[in-house]
Structure formats: structure tokens, C-alpha cells
């Protein structure tokens, strides 16, 4: 019987290149990813240090057990599997063998679970420093839950990290879709939510006052959504609300699972295409400044990766327009004799920021006015702001006037002015 040979292996390659990429895809997920290396830094107390390495988990391994080694030149400090046997974790503490100002060289063998080792690994070294330096923080976390979905909030909590020096702590994370860390904080948690379906590896970087640092990698399984979100309620403002602000914003709940929201709004009972106002991942839309009584539509379509879910469809009524809508903007000059002006309260002998306007009864363009005045202060004070309302060239006597103020975007009942 012939034997298959790298000739022919090369043949099969040229005459059917998928099936044969489709063989080595298959392989390489059967061994174990190549570790990246974190600590030790230089510089470490030798009486305890510290190795940390990324997880090497892959499709087809199973279990990742690692074979840690250090080495003095030639010589093997260090073998896992000769010593305590191989490491579940990614990081192990090597106590009272390592020499003070010394140079040292480490690796990681990952073994999978079917016993395929992956032996393309790096050498790093590092240089220890003296018996009294700083001590390398050790990191360490807990990730709940240990696996979920697109929708799952996941919380990492580093509260079991420590320094053997007892120096406070900061924590940096990357949450393994970027090489990204995220800024040092000194609160142990962290939250995410991740997008991607996969397994995704957790990386948590400690840091003490005196700038070594220690890590830990743990994993997090994504697993692909399967059923499609449920459908938004709870609208606000309520469905049939009548006289709302025209600066009313939007909110609602529900959308179990959904990881988006598409946002219609109109005034035509049929949402159309047109309407969509956008897709945002919060549950509250500001649409900006609505139409004095004009009656609303709204929808709210929850979505993920599966797909979208159509919400019911809402609507509401703004309310009427304020009776000075179409009143004219009263005239202004800046000589005081007329209209409004700022005038100084020292030299002048008035009240800071006194604001007048022209007498209604002379005004040739209206007999009502707005008055923007978006200065005025917010706090009592004896320098405090002042409208008044005075004959323009004449002393006369000027009829009570109706004052509307709007404050914080709502328009309040009138007050009368004498």
C-alpha cells in the first residue's frame, strides 16, 4: 500500500486548497493559543514573585493546563510540572528561589486537554532587584456571571488582590475586545457588557504606590442570542396623555434582551420610514422642542442580533399655545430715556442691572411684549435685578400688566404688575 507523503500532501493542497485550509483550521483549534507574558517586572523583590500570563484557551481544547519554567542562564530554576504539577491558572507565585540582582528568563507552555501542547512560545526575562525593594502586587477576580449573553451585564470585582507590602491598590481592566486598558481607578469593580459572541479574555492590571504592577486573566464565554426581544412598554408620557410640555422627553421599559432600540415619531397616525428618529441603546429620547397642540405618534421597536421586535404604537397631545405667543418683542435703546437698558447700581444710584422697557400704551408696535432678559440673577441679593415698566417721554399712570415667566422650560401662571 502506497503511503501519503508530503508530495502528495502538497498535490492535495494545489487541487483542493478549501478542504485542505478547512483540515488546518480544524487543527489550529485543537491547540492551545501562544500565552502572551505580563509579570514579573524588574526590579521585583526576589522573596516573592509573581508570574502572570494570558489565558490560552481555544475552540477544541478543552481544559488549558500551563507548564511554567525559569530559568538562570543554562540553568532551570523552576519546572510546574516537575515540581507541583501542571497550573490551572494563569498566574503563579514562586516564593523564597530567586537570588536579589539577578537576571532571570521565564515561559509558559499551554497543554490542552487532549494533551496537544503548543511549544511556539516566548522567552521573557527580568532582573530582580534587592532584598528590601518593593514587593509585586498580586491580582486576582471574580467575573459573575462566568458566561452570558449579548444582553448580560458582567461585574468584575478585584477586591481579592493584594501587596505584600500592603500599599493601596489601583485597578485597570480590558475587557478583551480591544487592547485597550481602561484608566486606573481605585475601586476594585468594573462592568461591561459585551457585543460579540465568543470567548473573550478578561484582563485585570494592579498597580501600587510604587508603580509595579501585577495581572490576571480569566475568560468570559458570549454565546449567540436565540430568541428575538421582547416588546417595549410603559410609555412616558402615557399613551393618550393630553397637554404635555412641548418640551416633553420620551422614556420607556421593557424590550427584555434587546441590545438597541429604533425610535419612530410623528404626527401622522401612520409611522412611515420617514418618522424614524434613530437607534440608540438607552431608553430615553429627547426629541428637542415639540408644536404647540399637535397630537403625537411614537413607537419604540426593541432589537438584537436575532432580530427586532415592533413595539406598540403611542401618542400624545402637546398643549395650547401661551396667549402672548404672537406678541411682538418690545423696543429697545441704550440711552435710558426709552426701551431697556443696563444701567450700574454704584455710579448711578439704581439697582444692579436695572432692565426698563417701553411704556405699551406709546409703543406703536404692540401693547403687549416679550422681554428677554437671560441675564437676570437666580439668588436674592441686595444687589438684585429689576424689571420696570415706565411712561416713555410722559409721566402716566400704566395700566396692571399680565407677566408669564418661563423657568426651567415651564411656563408659569401670570403674575400681575402695578
Known amino acids: 500500500m502506497k503511503g501519503y507523503d508530503h508530495l502528495d500532501m502538497k498535490d492535495d493542497k494545489d487541487l483542493l486548497p478549501q478542504l485542505f485550509d478547512k483540515i488546518k483550521n480544524d487543527l489550529e483549534q485543537m491547540i492551545p493559543a501562544k500565552p502572551n507574558l505580563y509579570g514579573p517586572s524588574d526590579g521585583v523583590n526576589p522573596a516573592s514573585v509573581y508570574f502572570s500570563w494570558s489565558d490560552c484557551s481555544c475552540e477544541n481544547c478543552g481544559q488549558v493546563t ?3 519554567e525559569v530559568h538562570q542562564g543554562n540553568t532551570t530554576i523552576f519546572k510546574a510540572d516537575d515540581e507541583v504539577g501542571m497550573l490551572s491558572q494563569t498566574s503563579y507565585e514562586l516564593a523564597n528561589r530567586l537570588q536579589p540582582n539577578t537576571t ?62 500592603l500599599d493601596p491598590l489601583e485597578y485597570s481592566w480590558n475587557w478583551g475586545e480591544s487592547a485597550e486598558f481602561t484608566s486606573w481607578s481605585s ?41 428575538l426581544p421582547g416588546k417595549t412598554a410603559s410609555p412616558g408620557p402615557a399613551k393618550g396623555s393630553m397637554n404635555q410640555s412641548i418640551n416633553t422627553k420620551l ?11 429604533d425610535i419612530y415619531l410623528g404626527v401622522s397616525p401612520a409611522l412611515s420610514a420617514s418618522d424614524f428618529r434613530g437607534n440608540q441603546g438607552s431608553n430615553t429620547y429627547d426629541p428637542g422642542p415639540l408644536e404647540y397642540n399637535k397630537t403625537y405618534y411614537w413607537r419604540v421597536d ?27 418683542y418690545w423696543d ?39 422681554i428677554s432678559a ?16 415706565r411712561a416713555a417721554v410722559q409721566s402716566a399712570f400704566v395700566d396692571p400688566l399680565e407677566a408669564y415667566l418661563l423657568i426651567d422650560g415651564q411656563w408659569m401662571p401670570p403674575i400681575e404688575l402695578h
Open 251 to 261: 422614556s420607556w421599559s421593557g424590550g427584555a434582551n434587546a441590545t438597541s432600540f
Open 66 to 68: 500551563y507548564n511554567l
Open 332 to 370: 429697545f435703546d441704550t440711552d435710558g430715556t426709552e426701551g431697556w437698558t443696563a444701567r450700574n447700581g454704584v455710579s448711578e444710584g439704581v439697582y444692579n442691572r436695572e432692565y426698563w422697557i417701553i411704556d405699551p400704551v406709546s409703543d406703536p408696535a404692540s401693547k403687549s411684549g416679550i
Open 187 to 227: 475601586f476594585p469593580t468594573s462592568m461591561h457588557t459585551h457585543i460579540a459572541p465568543g470567548t473573550h479574555q478578561v484582563t485585570l492590571k494592579v498597580r501600587d504606590t510604587s508603580g509595579a504592577v501585577g495581572f490576571c486573566t480569566k475568560p468570559v464565554t458570549i454565546s449567540t442570542l436565540s430568541t
Open 104 to 165: 532571570y528568563s521565564w515561559a509558559v507552555f499551554p497543554e490542552s486537554e487532549n494533551g496537544i501542547w503548543n511549544i511556539d512560545v516566548d522567552f521573557k526575562t527580568f532582573t530582580t532587584g534587592g532584598s528590601l525593594s518593593n514587593s509585586q502586587p498580586k491580582a486576582d477576580f471574580i467575573i459573575m456571571p462566568a458566561s452570558g449573553d449579548s444582553t448580560t451585564v458582567f461585574t468584575a470585582d478585584a477586591s481579592a488582590s493584594s501587596d505584600p507590602d
Open 302 to 328: 426593541a432589537g438584537n442580533g436575532v432580530g427586532v421586535t415592533q413595539g406598540d404604537q403611542w401618542f400624545f397631545s402637546t398643549q395650547p399655545p401661551p396667549p402672548w405667543l404672537a406678541y411682538h
Open 374 to 389: 437671560p441675564n437676570l440673577t437666580a439668588l436674592y441679593t441686595y444687589n438684585y435685578d429689576t424689571i420696570e415698566v
